[in-house]
């Protein structure tokens, strides 16, 4: 089955530090999308990417830069973490066409703690 | 710009009664839409998207009817079981300004079902 997989899926960081959150999917999807989520705000989109080599800023990119070297991996990146960016964090796959038009495939979240 | 509001944050009900989540939406074009399901500590995952031959999208005894005029995609079950407890987003497409399609997502609303 294809599958969208994380790491780490825990993590604590110190303020400041550099954190990156990795990101494979086999679903072979042109789209990869990095959320997070937290209570009362639902999924908000940090970065997006429409294929390899590409990123696109999504509604909240301050504070993240994403990585995108391979259709298959995604990565995303706080050079200086803050504790206002302790949150659970989700990668997606999506692509478009036929029955799963914009349909989006999530992996299992990295809950991120900033201290 | 495009959006998808959830006015319930929290929804309890009892058992056996039925279940309709509320959901409406802004979008300047006619736009594809979904509910997404996500149960503790899981990921997201897709329920129902909105055809477009306006046929009623079913799954696992939950429906939805897209009424474009009053944009609406209300989520619907006869009878709430337990395991229908769950935190479920309501989405709609969108093509972003690098033409690659997203998914705007509610706020959310968490279904609590009790025995």
């Known amino acids: 089955e294809a599958a969208v997989t994380q790491s780490p899926r825990n993590k604590v960081a110190v303020t400041g530090g550099k954190v990156t959150l990795s990101c494979n999917q086999t679903n072979n999807h042109n789209n990869m999308y990095w959320y997070r989520q937290d209570t009362g705000h639902g999924l908000r989109l940090i970065h997006y990417?429409?294929?390899?080599?590409?990123?696109e800023k999504g509604d909240i990119p301050d504070g993240y830069k994403a990585s995108r070297p391979s259709q298959e991996n995604f990565s995303l990146i706080l050079e200086l973490a803050t504790p206002s960016q302790t949150s659970v964090y989700f990668c997606a796959s999506g692509d478009l066409g036929g029955e799963n038009y914009a349909e989006q495939f999530f992996g299992p979240g990295t809950r991120l703690t900033v201290l | 710009g495009d959006s998808v509001t959830q006015t319930e944050g929290l929804v309890t009900l009892t058992e056996g009664l039925p279940v309709m989540l509320n959901c409406t939406y802004q979008?300047?074009?006619?736009?594809?839409l979904f509910w997404y399901v996500q149960h503790l500590n899981e990921a997201p995952k897709l329920l129902l998207k909105?055809?477009?031959?306006?046929k009623r999208p079913e799954h696992q005894g939950f429906h939805a009817t897209l009424h474009k005029s009053s944009s609406s995609f209300h989520l619907q079950k006869s009878s709430a079981q337990l395991s229908d407890s769950a935190l479920y987003y309501c989405a709609l497409s969108d093509r972003g300004s690098s033409g690659s399609w997203q998914l705007i997502f509610g706020s959310g609303t968490q279904l609590t079902v009790m025995p």
């Open positions: 990417s429409y294929g390899a080599g590409s990123t």
């Open positions: 909105s055809f477009t031959d306006n």
């Open positions: 979008s300047t074009y006619s736009p594809f």
